[in-house]
């Protein structure tokens, strides 16, 4: 079946370092890899997505990139800022046609602290 | 302001009741989502919706019970058959076309 793993648990890293979170998913029919940010107490939110038919994606300090090849996706984020700690997932998406019902399957999460 | 609201947010349980954690979206969603978090966990899928009047179990669907009888809720209820229920619970919910989930605040089940 589906499985996501996600690497490290935990990163520390100074203000205005760079934060790196890595995933690597099981089955070649995921097309859709999404981020979330989760804040102590709260639901996740989306930061940042990508479909497989694109290899990078940027928003202002947050980019992803894909190799499919190689079934793995990270998670870069750029001049940290202490309100960027929080639990980051990944997850892995089958399509929504066939015998799947386009469900996430989650990483189990990393802990970004940064440091001011 | 469009969203998904779950409450209450604290729930606090004695051993052997049943309780029902409320997830209502006006996002016009058609399917909506409950996942479990436990510590050092991902998400993991409980029940899902893909459709008024239907739902499929997830991964770990064994002691909880769901409904979707309006296309806005899908309350999910713990029974006392669910072993270990204290965790974050949350809900989320999708158009069916697309794959981006929407998730709510989430609900906290404390299990005295």
């Known amino acids: 079946g589906e499985n996501v793993e996600q690497h490290p648990s935990t990163l520390s890293v100074q203000e205005g370092d760079s934060a790196v979170i890595k995933c690597t998913y099981s089955?070649?029919?995921?097309?859709?890899f999404p981020w979330y940010k989760q804040e102590l107490g709260k639901g996740p939110q989306l930061i940042i997505d990508?479909?497989?038919?694109?290899g990078e994606k940027k928003d202002q300090r947050i980019a992803v990139t894909l190799n499919k090849t190689a079934k793995h996706f990270s998670l870069h984020i750029t001049e940290t800022q202490p309100e960027d700690s929080a639990v980051y997932f990944c997850?892995?998406?089958?399509?929504?046609?066939?015998?799947?019902?386009?469900?996430?399957?989650f990483g189990k999460g990393t802990k970004l602290s940064v440091k001011p | 302001d469009g969203g998904i609201t779950q409450s209450p947010k604290y729930l606090f349980r004695k051993e052997g009741q049943n309780v029902t954690l409320s997830c209502e979206q006006n996002?016009?969603?058609?399917?909506m989502y409950w996942y479990r978090q436990d510590p050092g966990q991902g998400l993991r899928l409980i029940y899902y919706?893909?459709?008024?009047?239907?739902?499929q179990k997830g991964d770990i669907a064994e002691g909880y019970s769901v409904s979707r009888e309006k296309k806005e809720s899908f309350p999910l209820t713990v029974t006392s058959a669910q072993k270990n229920p204290t965790a974050f619970y949350l809900c989320?919910?999708?158009?069916?076309?697309?794959?981006?989930?929407?998730f709510g605040p989430g609900t906290r089940l404390t299990v005295l």
């Open positions: 990508i479909r497989s038919n694109v």
């Open positions: 089955d070649s029919a995921s097309n859709y």
């Open positions: 919706s893909q459709i008024v009047n239907d739902f």
């Open positions: 989320a919910s999708t158009l069916a076309s697309g794959n981006e989930q929407f």
């Open positions: 996002l016009n969603h058609d399917a």
């Open positions: 997850a892995a998406s089958f399509p929504p046609y066939g015998g799947s019902q386009g469900n996430l399957i």
